[in-house]
């Protein structure tokens, strides 16, 4: 499960739906892998507004990850600006290493076993092979 | 060269679903086509296309238009659909920079459609989007409010007695591979999930269609939801618009039978 996954995320239980501390699921005895996708540097830019900041970063300290800006990038530092020139093509501009990081967090960064803790009802969902399991036995749903 | 305007556009290729064993997941069938056929249209492709719209918004990488539409296919199957839309997107959408997640509640499915829109994503890598996560869930019921900007639902749309019972799903669903012969029980069991949608086959469906208005971004949403003639599709829909306010509307069907449609897909949205 990639870390931008959570992002999205939230306990599956319909009473934790209107609580804050539902969300972000707090990843526990997470093991972590490197698996490698295409960089599309426009996607890194159009996610990033849709990105809550502070829930990333606090998921991220609680694996261990320590390279996250403490503020949302803003679209000016994705980009090298030094070689800007006029009529330069949108795709044409060169990304930094930020946006390489980012990518390398948010996409390649991927949680293959461990649990997903909701800190409001405190329910854990596995996950194996890097697969979320998050079906609720019938009488917490 | 006065005729080029009347150029026909080659069909985008089907996804590979080779590699999944289809002994407990759903193989891709003429449902699963009908949505491919329905998101490659030029009626899709352009109201798509002007609902998610960058063109008009350049110069303000900041505006809510530039952000990355996200997808979400519920109860995921093979994975041949989202695949489809995700490898896709720069052709379909116009945009390559959207993110795609799917859900089923079959973890066999899970761990074959991830792999499924992997391949196809990193075989078109020119007009393919990111793919998220697929995760093993009931319907959307894990995906934060209003995140979900394109759902895409090929329910389990078949008439049966009572919707599949899951008290033991927990033991069927775990991801083990057994021989043939102990696995025929879990196998038919995780089958029937992908088909038996219990009163006019609408049980499973009618809860996802409750889940909507939640679910849904609340302007830029927009849901693709199959319907079979069975399920009594003209009172779906006016049950989707008077309970929740949407526009709902066939735009692609197939298999006349005595003048009824044998399956449609409904786009369901907000204008
Ligand atoms: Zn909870």
Redesign the interface.
């Known amino acids: ?2 870390i ?2 959570l992002n ?5 239980r ?1 009473t934790c ?1 209107s609580s804050p501390a539902a ?1 972000p699921l707090h990843p526990r005895d997470a093991e972590l892998e490197i698996v490698e ?2 960089f ?1 540097a ?2 890194i ?3 990033l ?2 990105v809550e900041w502070d829930a990333l970063k606090g998921l991220c300290t609680e694996l261990g990850l320590t390279n996250v800006p403490p503020e949302a990038p803003e ?1 000016k530092e994705l980009f090298d600006t030094s070689i800007k020139s006029a009529g330069i093509d ?1 795709k044409e501009k060169e990304p930094t290493q930020l946006t390489r990081d980012l990518h390398n967090l948010l ?1 390649e960064t991927t949680i293959q076993s461990g649990k997903l803790v909701c800190g409001n009802c405190g329910h854990e969902y596995a996950i ?11 009488h917490m ?1 | 060269m006065a005729g080029a305007s009347h150029q026909v556009s080659q069909p985008l290729p089907t996804p590979s679903t080779s590699h999944i064993s289809f002994d407990n997941v759903y193989e891709p069938a003429e449902d699963s086509y009908l949505f491919l056929d329905a998101l490659s249209s030029s009626t899709e492709k352009d109201f798509l296309r002007s609902r998610f719209s960058v063109s008009s918004h ?1 110069e303000s ?2 505006t ?1 238009a ?3 539409p ?1 997808v979400l296919e519920v109860g995921i199957g093979s994975g041949v659909v989202l695949a489809f839309l995700t490898a896709h997107s720069g052709e379909i959408l116009g945009r ?2 959207i ?1 795609s ?1 799917g859900t089923d ?1 079959n ?1 066999f499915a ?2 074959g459609a ?1 792999k499924t829109v992997d391949v196809a ?2 075989a078109f ?1 020119t007009t ?11 319907l959307s ?5 209003g ?1 979900i900007d394109i759902l895409i639902f090929n329910p389990p749309y078949v008439p049966t007695e009572a919707a599949p019972d ?2 033991e ?2 033991v069927y ?1 775990e ?1 083990i591979k057994k021989p043939a012969m102990e696995s025929f029980e879990r196998d038919s069991h995780l089958l029937s999930l992908s088909y038996a949608g219990g009163l006019d086959g609408m049980e499973v469906t009618t809860r996802l269609v409750d889940d909507l208005p ?1 679910i849904l971004h609340p302007t830029r949403g927009v849901a693709y939801i199959l319907l079979c003639a069975q399920n009594k599709p003209l009172q779906v829909k006016d049950q989707i618009k008077l309970q929740h306010g949407f526009n709902a509307e066939t735009i692609r069907s197939s298999g006349q039978q005595a003048g009824w449609e044998k399956l449609q897909i409904l786009r369901v949205w907000k204008d």
Do not use: W
């Open positions: 499960m990639k931008l996954t999205f995320l939230t306990c599956a319909k739906k969300f996708t295409e599309n426009l996607f830019q159009n996610i507004p849709r679209p949108e996409l194996k092979e890097g697969i979320a399991n998050f079906l609720l036995p019938s749903v | 350049r990488t900041s809510a530039s952000n990355s996200t390559t920079d993110l997640f509640i973890t899970c761990h991830i994503s990193r890598p393919s989007g990111c793919l998220g996560d697929v995760v093993n869930a009931d019921s894990t995906f934060r409010d995140c899951l008290s799903h927990d669903n991801y939640r």
